[in-house]
T-cell receptor, first 110, second 113 residues
Framework: GIQVEQSPPDLILQEGANSTLRCNFS?????LQWFHQNPWGQLINLFY???GTKQNGRLSATTVATERYSLLYISSSQTTDSGVYFC????????????FGTGTRLQVTL | DVKVTQSSRYLVKRTGEKVFLECVQD?????MFWYRQDPGLGLRLIYF???????EKGDIPEGYSVSREKKERFSLILESASTNQTSMYLC????????????FGAGSRLTVL
């Protein structure tokens, strides 16, 4: 199956700092999503981004499908950004084979 | 956007008990999923269903079964709970049009003693 690697595994930032999270995947995909899991365990979809660039407020993401990686940018980080960020990829188009990375744990401190 | 509701947030069960975890969506989407999440292992797919009474095994189906009698409801069943099934269980629904995203419920944290 597809392998998904995320880096870094852990990240500590001061409030206001910027960060870049990376997701590498081993094969062609037609579905790539970024999720944020808050400290209470709720997983929230941030982006559906199998290719190209998207922005939503302080967050943006870029996927370079031909080079099999995706980047999630967090600017002006806030304590509410803390949690675990997951990248997930799928080649079926139906999410039936969605494979998750092991995540990047982000802690934003005051 | 679809809303996904899991019936129990926290459960404590004894070894050998039968456990039902329920998941309900407020739309009419076909694809529903059950994952379990464990530290260091990430999210792993247990089962998914692509329509009423239709199901497929995921990566770790052993010890679990599922039921989908109505389109909006997808149940995960542990026939005889064991301590190694202590975990966070997450239900998800796939929205195929527009956003093409997976939406998760809040999760059910199960402890088997």
């Amino acid at each position: 199956g597809i392998q998904v690697e995320q880096s870094p595994p852990d990240l500590i930032l001061q409030e206001g700092a910027n960060s870049t999270l990376r997701c590498n995947f081993s094969d062609s995909v037609n579905n790539l999503q970024w999720f944020h899991q808050n400290p209470w365990g709720q997983l929230i979809n941030l982006f559906y981004i199998p290719s190209g660039t998207k922005q939503n407020g302080r967050l943006s993401a870029t996927t370079v499908a031909t080079e099999r990686y995706s980047l999630l940018y967090i600017s002006s980080s806030q304590t509410t950004d803390s949690g675990v960020y997951f990248c997930a990829v799928d080649y079926t188009g139906t999410a039936s084979k969605l494979t998750f990375g092991t995540g990047t744990r982000l802690q934003v401190t005051l | 956007d679809v809303k996904v509701t899991q019936s129990s947030r926290y459960l404590v069960k004894r070894t050998g008990e039968k456990v039902f975890l329920e998941c309900v969506q407020d739309m009419d989407h076909e694809n529903m999923f059950w994952y379990r999440q464990d530290p260091g292992l990430g999210l792993r797919l247990i089962y998914f269903s692509y329509d009423v009474k239709m199901k497929e095994k995921g990566d770790i189906p052993e010890g679990y079964s599922v039921s989908r009698e109505k389109k909006e409801r997808f149940s995960l069943i542990l026939e005889s709970a064991s301590t190694n099934q202590t975990s966070m269980y997450l239900c998800a629904v796939y929205s195929p049009s527009g956003a093409n995203v997976l939406t998760f419920g809040a999760g059910s944290r199960l402890t088997v003693l």
